[in-house]
């Protein structure tokens, strides 16, 4: 056992009185009383309660840095007024999907002449022609072929005949997934592929009037079967996401006025470290010089169009995103496909799916719709002005519904915590944290001075021995 010598026990001393000074000097009280105290056994208690409220104070510290760490969030919900707020748009649909005359004009083999008993019965079928023609049993199996579809239905400026802000877009293909047919559709401020941003609109601060005023023209007299119904399906919606009207549209008949309330919801998500994992789909537009999709829905629907162009070289009409080249027939999936294809194909909803992230702003329109029976029927003489439909749309700008998600604990808070953690179990403050480093720095320098100079004389004595 290696026994001290007189010098290296002196030192030790010397460092022990010096510590025991700097301590009892300083602002931490707990720090200063255990130094003080003569009694032995009032100091082991007082060392005793000092570290365990220290583990204390380690154990609360680390429980709450790991919650801290998992990135916690609140939901902030208020009521916003804008000066000016982003406008829905409209996506419509004629419910008679093909026009009767042009079909019989190109088909006049799937068509047949009607006869005078049929038009009284009929009249607003046979509009006054008591030789119209009439599909035959069989003929609307040109749907099953969507560039016919197109070719065939209702054009825009047949069916829209009120003028609006700007020019409608499409027409393209939306599908009646439960009875599989296809119609052809268009909208008014979408922003689907394209890059123009939405329309805005400022607020309206003393009344409330119409925002949008549209009349559409059903072309009852066009109906391909005699009873069919007529009327078209209409649907509001974010104009970033297109939307199918057979599945989020309201039907509507001719002869009617549709009073329609709008409100608008947003909702703020946070992106990655935070739960919610979010993506800016505006700025991933902007950088990738205004193209692509601009929400999460759009995003999945490339996605899956894409997939669908890469196997079969069409887009399928269930999808929502534009298509590149042609629409795929209903029957494509029969067609034959590469061999990569299709596990891409079995796997492409969960990809799709797990490859677009939430949007971090997310827009959505929620509405009301009256139906009223025109007045001007009861009015007008003409019967084709009579069955017009009328669609009065108005913006509840009053107030929008805003849901936020804040993170839990800003930098600040998470500080303040930790301080406050600091005081309840330790009872010092961060000037007396401050001390105690200090404390430690003047020891620290005092044993290295110390230990320097007792080497430094010691290689002066072995010097000396030398010499002699």
């Not at 000092?50 to 583990?55: I, R």
């Not at 072929?145 to 239905?153: A, K, R, W």
């Not at 608008?264 to 999709?293: H, M, Q, R, S």
Request: charged share 25%; glycine share 4%.
């Amino acid at each position: 056992m290696a026994v001290e010598t007189p010098e290296q026990l002196t030192r030790k001393k010397s460092v022990r009185n010096y510590a025991s000074n700097v301590f009892k000097e300083s602002s931490v009280s707990i720090v200063s009383s255990i130094v003080a105290t003569g009694n032995v056994r009032r100091k082991v208690f007082r060392i005793l309660v000092f570290f365990l409220f220290t583990a204390g104070f380690l154990y609360q510290c680390i429980k709450f840095l790991c919650y801290v760490l998992q990135y916690p969030t609140i939901v902030n919900i208020e009521m916003i007024r804008p000066k000016e707020y982003m406008a829905p748009a409209y996506t419509f649909c004629n419910y008679n999907i093909i026009k009767r005359s042009e079909f019989c004009q190109t088909f006049p083999d799937k068509c047949a002449d009607s006869d005078e008993k049929f038009c009284q019965v009929q009249p607003k079928y046979c509009g006054g022609n008591t030789t119209t023609k009439v599909p035959v049993k069989g003929a609307l199996n040109v749907l099953e072929n969507p560039e016919f579809v197109l070719q065939f239905g209702h054009d825009v400026n047949n069916f829209l005949i009120s003028s609006a802000w700007e020019k409608a877009s499409g027409p393209f293909l939306r599908e009646n997934l439960e009875e599989e047919i296809i119609a052809s559709c268009y909208s008014l401020g979408e922003r689907i592929e394209s890059n123009l941003t939405a329309r805005y609109i400022e607020k309206n601060r003393r009344w409330m009037f119409p925002n949008d005023k549209l009349v559409f023209d059903p072309e009852e007299h066009e109906k391909f079967f005699p009873n069919a119904k007529p009327g078209m399906l209409f649907s509001v919606h974010n104009p970033f996401e297109s939307v199918n009207p057979f599945e989020q549209g309201t039907f509507m008949r001719p002869g009617y006025l549709y009073r329609i309330n709008i409100q608008k919801e947003i909702e703020e998500l946070l992106p990655y470290p935070y739960k919610t994992d979010c993506v800016n789909y505006t700025d991933v537009w902007f950088k990738a010089n205004k193209t692509g999709p601009r929400s999460q829905e759009m995003c999945r629907h490339k996605c899956l169009r894409d997939i669908s162009e890469r196997c079969f070289n069409c887009t399928d009409t269930s999808l929502l995103y534009p298509k590149i080249s042609k629409y795929c027939t209903l029957d494509f999936i029969n067609m034959t496909m590469t061999n990569d294809c299709k596990p891409l194909l079995d796997d492409a909803f969960d990809s799709c799916g797990s490859s677009c992230k939430e949007d971090c702003v997310r827009s959505k329109f929620s509405y009301k719709v009256q139906e009223t029976y025109l007045m001007q029927n009861m009015l007008s003489d003409n019967e084709d002005e009579s069955r017009k439909i009328k669609v009065i749309i108005y913006y509840d700008d009053s107030e929008i519904f805003k849901i936020q998600y804040k993170p839990q604990y800003q930098e600040v808070e998470t500080f303040s915590y930790i301080g406050g953690f600091i005081g309840i179990w330790l009872g010092i403050s961060l000037v007396q944290v401050a001390d105690v480093f200090e404390s430690l720095f003047l020891i620290g320098r005092y044993f290295c001075r110390k230990g320097s100079g007792a080497c430094s004389r010691k290689s002066k004595n072995s010097t000396g021995s030398e010499s002699i």
